[in-house]
């Protein structure tokens, strides 16, 4: 299968950000997607050849449709006062150009654009151009612009409207196998979110094309196996080391949560989904497992950065998460039957098994929160100008089979500020099972479709066979995508 | 005509008394023997590779001299056309030996002949669809 990486050449945040303001469309248009993707099909008008009786035109129905100008151009496809789009920004972008795409489904475009580019009302370049199809890059760099305005000037085809779907500020573009190299994506999940591990992609550009790239923090990479996605990636640092060679590393959703800072509160019985959403929201959407709908958390998360927050939730709640195979997060709770098999003709030769030591008791801490100043030698904290009283109990769950030889080791959970008096008990039980699969098996397999928590059934390289969640995959990623994998076994 | 081309450039007057072609399929990191000892291809593409032994004894001193020079630049690659099947096959390929032999001296010329040279492929003339 063909392995590619699409690395999206935007500005980061500019689609968000972007206001669109135009008295050119027509009234059933919304200019405000025009940033974002959004596809029209071709819809039934009065225009020459736009009612084709074959049943692939729609009727005008609430479609999404970004643009279409009021007005008509002549017989020439000519604008006697060409629409006009003006987009403006909050903060100030840097990009290699900008991307048009006009009507795909109905071959439509425009075929004479002028584009300026502000820093506030200074005019910082314009160019005129003419677009040859329905996608159309200008390829113009800008520094610091926080405003575009686009001119339509003209149609390929007399008397039509001029039809836009999307702006992109910058480009797409795809790596195969012949620009990359060394590709590696490691994908980890904590079955019980005592911790959020970030996922990285590191990847190797020898580029074919003289084009000179500028990657900006956060700007996206897709990793695909043929046609299916690996994950969506960020860009957290890019390094120059040739004329044609960039080295790249990314890190996934939680990465980048990681580097936003989320305010201390306390929370009452508060929706632990909403309250995920509020954390990765604006960035990312969150796919919630449906078990954790009515679920709520009581108790602090103080101040820590967005990715510390969605970890104290998960944890409270028994959630793990992943964004493996998608662009935002997934939410769930691991699976624990129904294994899927990796059959002995995708595991290659090799592997082993870890076992832990066995741990004696898993001791987790309970907090309580309280309004109030308390008496003396309470804890007291503030949050949001607000004075609680703090306290602590513990909740331990002991291993009933350890022996007089087994050494005491004693897991603890302390800053786990979301366990309440309510919930404890079950975290605790949670985390003594979880240490209670003592064995990890590590092996290399050929991947298909396998994904970080997943429930497998495989066989050692002993042939004896082991059930469990898959915890980590390695990806190598090449025209064959092999994972270095390691699977969390069920049982001890 | 000349058998060869390299960075676009003919050699009329030499003669290739021995070509040798060979390919090589290579295969990537994920590639392995798994446990039911099928083994898993990653194949990365065909490189085809060129070894040529060369006549040189209708070239003048010059244009032997000249041939060795871009033969042994310190370049990364060359461009050559070398024969493939009934057509021919431009790829781009670099060289990291060769050698020859000093036939006479004579006159204050330096007569060289059995000029010899591989040609390795930089990238895979052929990629898996």
Redesign the interface.
């Known amino acids: 299968m063909?392995a590619k990486l699409i690395y999206k050449d935007i500005a980061p945040g500019a689609d968000v950000d972007a206001s669109v303001i135009t008295s050119d469309a027509q009234s059933f248009c919304s200019p405000a997607l025009l940033p974002f993707d959004t596809s029209v099909p071709p819809i039934i008008t009065l225009e020459p050849n736009m009612w084709l009786l074959d049943g692939s035109f729609k009727l005008l129905r609430n479609q999404d449709i970004p643009f279409w100008s009021k007005q008509m151009s002549d017989e020439n496809g000519v604008f006697s006062t060409p629409p006009v789009i003006e987009i403006e920004f909050d903060e100030q972008y840097t990009t290699f150009g900008i991307y048009l795409r006009f009507s795909p489904e109905t071959g439509d475009y425009c075929t004479s654009v002028t584009i300026k580019w502000y820093q506030d009302a200074t005019l910082l370049d314009s160019k005129n151009l003419t677009p040859t199809s329905v996608s159309y890059f200008c390829a113009n760099k800008v520094t610091a612009f926080n405003k575009v305005v686009i001119f339509l000037n003209a149609t390929n085809r007399p008397h039509r409207y001029a039809r836009v779907e999307n702006i992109i500020f910058g480009i797409i573009r795809e790596f195969g196998?012949?620009e990359f190299r060394s590709v590696t994506i490691l994908q980890e999940l904590d079955l019980i979110s005592s911790e959020l591990p970030i996922s990285t992609l590191n990847w190797l550009l020898v580029s074919k094309s003289d084009i000179e790239y500028i990657f900006q923090l956060k700007q996206p990479v897709e990793a695909y196996s043929g046609s299916n996605l690996i994950g969506v990636f960020y860009i957290s640092e890019a390094k120059r080391t040739g004329p044609n060679t960039y080295e790249i590393t990314c890190e996934d959703a939680l990465g980048v949560l990681d580097g936003y800072f989320f305010p201390a509160a306390i929370y009452s019985e508060y929706n632990a989904a909403q309250l995920l959403q509020d954390i990765a929201s604006p960035d990312f959407d969150v796919e919630i497992d449906s078990v954790f709908e009515d679920v709520t958390v009581t108790g602090l998360i103080p101040d820590c950065t967005k990715r510390e927050a969605f970890q104290q939730v998960l944890f409270a709640i028994g959630a793990a998460c992943t964004t493996a195979g998608r662009a935002g997060i997934k939410v769930f709770a691991p699976p624990a039957e129904n294994p899927a098999e990796i059959p002995?003709?995708?595991?290659?030769?090799g592997g082993s098994m870890e076992t832990e030591p066995i741990v004696t008791a898993v001791r987790v801490t309970a907090h309580t929160y309280t309004p109030g100043t308390g008496s003396a030698g309470d804890e007291v904290i503030e949050v949001g100008g607000q004075k609680y009283v703090h306290k602590t109990f513990v909740v331990t769950v002991t291993n009933p089979n350890v022996t007089a030889t087994d050494k005491q080791n004693v897991i603890t959970v302390e800053t786990a500020t979301l366990v309440n008096p309510n919930n404890a008990n079950e975290v605790a039980q949670r985390v003594y099972d979880y240490f209670m699969r003592r064995h990890t098996l590590n092996e290399?397999i050929?991947v298909n479709g396998e994904q970080p928590g997943d429930y497998v059934i495989t066989?050692t390289?002993w042939d004896t066979i082991v059930e469990g969640n898959i915890i980590s995959m390695l990806t190598?990623l090449?025209?064959?995508?092999?994972s270095d994998i390691r699977i969390k076994a069920k049982g001890d | 005509m000349s058998v060869f081309k390299i960075d676009r450039v003919e050699y009329p007057s030499v003669y290739v008394t021995k070509l040798t072609r060979s390919f090589n399929i290579l295969d990537g990191e994920n590639a392995g023997r798994v446990k039911i000892g099928d083994m898993v291809r990653d194949v990365i593409g065909t490189y085809y590779n060129y070894s040529m032994e060369l006549d040189t004894s209708e070239a003048s001193l010059a244009e032997y001299d000249a041939l060795y020079e871009v033969l042994s630049s310190p370049d990364d690659y060359h461009t050559v056309v070398v024969p493939y099947g009934q057509t021919t096959l431009e790829f781009k390929a670099y060289i990291t030996n060769g050698d020859d032999e000093l036939l006479s001296m004579e006159n204050k010329r330096n007569l060289w002949g059995k000029l010899k040279v591989n040609f390795i492929a930089m990238q895979p003339q052929r990629r898996p669809s």
Request: aromatic share 6%; with cysteine; glycine share 0%.
């Open positions: 063909r196998a012949d002995d003709c995708r595991i290659y030769v290399r050929v066989s390289p190598i090449s025209n064959t995508t092999a």
